[in-house]
């Protein structure tokens, strides 16, 4: 299982690509992606330089462009896919249909992602996507392992790609989530106490908390993906780098005792000593990125 | 304007004639939820109580959720007659266009959010191709994001759906395993005032906020939540 990490900087291709990712992923602002304009690139000639820093070291980068995009915009993100690609980007990461279908008439192939945001749960939605071009599939977030073996083991050759489930989750299904959210808002970060879904809510039964699986049914969940032959294991972009970098490492540390054939009792007994919810760094979608 | 019902099939369970009757449909199983899939046996009930036309609501569907979709469709289409179904998934969209001619596709509030953010020609095009007369909508936002689709709108009301989850907090499971459908009909009120001036209202594994029926032009018909 490889590692691919969302960077929002050179500094930071630069920290995880030396700290063992094996790919990086980016957005540029000016191109519709997942993630507010602050959280990217601002240039393709900046993309350029990350590229230019992981070819040597045989390592790959991938451009997002995992938002709906506009018709207008059609034909400049098709010249820009194909300068960058040229100059050695790997691929795209997309979700919108009719941006493939669109790539897909104009003859323009490439090694195309399709996001977690596309919530491709069944082998009918994987087909659906293959036959617009896509290459690898990141599962949803809310795609457990019982349900995803047909999507793992499909006869595309669709790769697969996971978050890792025990350091990172979405109580809701994220793309399909429209209550106020501080990672998506435009808004300054700290007008937000926290996520909307993790807050508590009063009840006529008491206190609610949007529910979420536990933390052991994530750890199996992390164990059975790796067993399952997911290609894959992905660190998301996160505002905050320093708690992005946290998770890295410990999503690292878990993929360490995976390779080494752990067994399941000893990856849950290991996993469960790993704070999976750090506050030492702040909120996590508290913009503090790398200086430079 | 045509006028409609949408229940699940517990709702259904307890639904009378008297409810059902003056409406032009009615929708049978649930945009949100994989277990609220109606069974074969629930459309026999269904009938027993609404001689009318009746739209199969489906979810975002898991390879079992698919599996389900499809017998149903079977069945529906054993009945040589054309019928609707409310799909929000790429996968059964495919699979109705593939398969299953007598279907017709509405395409649910999930994806009618996303295919509102599409190239308009684009849209027109491939609803034409996949047969889709009307998406399914609940929002003036969304109303306003879908100016030049061609098509018509269903608009649901008096909930409009906000987020949903596959971890049912019912079950503490994500719902495609089986479920004993212990949500019922409720609907659960949560307040949290410092982070939301208004209270959410949770049906099943779905969140929504009160609205009203639109009086936008392009709809063409008006569903109403079926609630105790």
Same mark, same amino acid.
């Given at each position: 299982?490889?590692?691919?990490?969302?960077?929002?900087?050179?500094?930071?291709?630069?920290?995880?690509?030396?700290?063992?990712?094996?790919?990086?992923?980016?957005?540029?602002?000016?191109?519709?992606?997942?993630?507010?304009?602050?959280?990217?690139?601002?240039?393709?000639?900046?993309?350029?330089?990350?590229?230019?820093?992981?070819?040597?070291?045989?390592?790959?980068?991938?451009?997002?462009?995992?938002?709906?995009?506009?018709?207008?915009?059609?034909?400049?993100?098709?010249?820009?896919?194909?300068?960058?690609?040229?100059?050695?980007?790997?691929?795209?990461?997309?979700?919108?249909?009719?941006?493939?279908?669109?790539?897909?008439?104009?003859?323009?192939?490439?090694?195309?992602?399709?996001?977690?945001?596309?919530?491709?749960?069944?082998?009918?939605?994987?087909?659906?996507?293959?036959?617009?071009?896509?290459?690898?599939?990141?599962?949803?977030?809310?795609?457990?392992?019982?349900?995803?073996?047909?999507?793992?083991?499909?006869?595309?050759?669709?790769?697969?790609?996971?978050?890792?489930?025990?350091?990172?989750?979405?109580?809701?299904?994220?793309?399909?989530?429209?209550?106020?959210?501080?990672?998506?808002?435009?808004?300054?970060?700290?007008?937000?106490?926290?996520?909307?879904?993790?807050?508590?809510?009063?009840?006529?039964?008491?206190?609610?908390?949007?529910?979420?699986?536990?933390?052991?049914?994530?750890?199996?969940?992390?164990?059975?993906?790796?067993?399952?032959?997911?290609?894959?294991?992905?660190?998301?972009?996160?505002?905050?780098?320093?708690?992005?970098?946290?998770?890295?490492?410990?999503?690292?540390?878990?993929?360490?005792?995976?390779?080494?054939?752990?067994?399941?009792?000893?990856?849950?007994?290991?996993?469960?000593?790993?704070?999976?919810?750090?506050?030492?760094?702040?909120?996590?979608?508290?913009?503090?990125?790398?200086?430079? | 304007?045509?006028?409609?019902?949408?229940?699940?099939?517990?709702?259904?369970?307890?639904?009378?004639?008297?409810?059902?009757?003056?409406?032009?449909?009615?929708?049978?199983?649930?945009?949100?939820?994989?277990?609220?899939?109606?069974?074969?046996?629930?459309?026999?009930?269904?009938?027993?109580?609404?001689?009318?036309?009746?739209?199969?609501?489906?979810?975002?569907?898991?390879?079992?959720?698919?599996?389900?979709?499809?017998?149903?469709?079977?069945?529906?289409?054993?009945?040589?007659?054309?019928?609707?179904? /409310?799909?929000? !998934?790429?996968?059964?969209?495919?699979?109705?266009? #593939?398969? =299953?001619?007598? *279907? &017709?596709?509405?395409?649910?509030?999930?994806?009618?959010?996303?295919?509102?953010?599409?190239?308009?020609?684009?849209?027109?095009?491939?609803?034409?191709?996949?047969?889709?007369?009307? /998406?399914?909508? !609940?929002?003036?936002?969304?109303?306003?994001?879908? #100016?030049? =689709?061609?098509? *018509? &709108?269903?608009?649901?009301?008096?909930?409009?759906?906000?987020?949903?989850?596959?971890?049912?907090?019912?079950?503490?499971?994500?719902?495609?395993?089986?479920?004993?459908?212990?949500?019922?009909?409720?609907?659960?009120?949560?307040?949290?005032?410092?982070?939301?001036?208004?209270?959410?209202?949770?049906?099943?594994?779905?969140?929504?906020?009160?609205?009203?029926?639109?009086?936008?032009?392009?709809?063409?018909?008006?569903?109403?939540?079926?609630?105790?």
């Amino acid at each position: 299982m490889k590692m691919t990490v969302g960077v929002k900087s050179l500094r930071e291709a630069m920290y995880f690509l030396s700290a063992g990712a094996d790919e990086v992923y980016c957005g540029i602002a000016r191109v519709s992606n997942n993630r507010l304009a602050r959280e990217n690139f601002s240039s393709p000639a900046e993309i350029r330089r990350v590229i230019a820093l992981a070819a040597p070291a045989g390592k790959k980068v991938f451009l997002a462009v995992n938002e709906f995009v506009k018709e207008e915009d059609y034909t400049s993100t098709l010249r820009l896919l194909a300068g960058l690609k040229e100059a050695g980007l790997a691929g795209a990461i997309l979700r919108d249909p009719a941006l493939l279908a669109y790539f897909k008439k104009k003859k323009f192939r490439f090694y195309f992602t399709l996001s977690t945001l596309a919530n491709c749960f069944n082998a009918g939605t994987l087909r659906f996507f293959a036959d617009l071009g896509i290459s690898r599939l990141v599962l949803p977030m809310q795609m457990m392992p019982e349900n995803a073996a047909g999507l793992i083991k499909n006869r595309l050759g669709v790769e697969t790609e996971v978050f890792c489930p025990a350091l990172y989750y979405g109580v809701n299904l994220d793309s399909q989530c429209y209550l106020p959210c501080p990672q998506t808002s435009e808004a300054a970060s700290g007008s937000f106490r926290d996520f909307t879904c993790l807050l508590p809510f009063r009840s006529k039964a008491g206190t609610f908390h949007m529910p979420m699986p536990g933390p052991d049914y994530m750890l199996n969940a992390v164990y059975d993906f790796h067993r399952a032959g997911v290609g894959y294991l992905k660190v998301a972009r996160w505002p905050n780098t320093l708690r992005q970098a946290d998770l890295f490492h410990k999503a690292r540390y878990m993929l360490k005792l995976l390779e080494k054939g752990i067994s399941r009792k000893l990856f849950l007994h290991e996993g469960r000593k790993i704070d999976s919810k750090p506050l030492e760094y702040g909120k996590s979608f508290t913009l503090k990125p790398f200086a430079g | 304007m045509e006028k409609s019902i949408s229940l699940s099939p517990w709702e259904l369970s307890r639904a009378t004639p008297e409810r059902l009757s003056g409406r032009d449909c009615v929708y049978l199983g649930s945009e949100f939820c994989e277990n609220k899939l109606p069974s074969a046996a629930d459309l026999r009930k269904l009938r027993s109580l609404y001689s009318g036309k009746v739209v199969l609501a489906t979810p975002l569907l898991s390879n079992r959720g698919l599996e389900a979709a499809r017998a149903l469709l079977r069945g529906l289409s054993a009945r040589k007659r054309k019928f609707e179904v /409310v799909v929000n !998934d790429w996968g059964l969209l495919r699979l109705i266009k #593939k398969d =299953f001619p007598l *279907a &017709v596709p509405l395409i649910g509030r999930l994806l009618t959010w996303e295919i509102a953010e599409m190239d308009k020609k684009f849209l027109n095009a491939f609803c034409k191709e996949y047969g889709v007369p009307a /998406v399914e909508a !609940d929002s003036e936002e969304t109303l306003a994001r879908l #100016k030049g =689709f061609r098509g *018509a &709108v269903h608009f649901h009301y008096p909930l409009r759906f906000v987020s949903v989850t596959r971890f049912c907090s019912f079950t503490k499971a994500f719902n495609s395993a089986p479920c004993a459908r212990a949500c019922k009909g409720d609907t659960i009120k949560l307040t949290n005032p410092k982070a939301l001036p208004e209270p959410l209202y949770m049906r099943g594994n779905a969140y929504f906020v009160p609205n009203r029926p639109s009086r936008h032009r392009s709809i063409k018909r008006l569903v109403e939540l079926y609630q105790d």
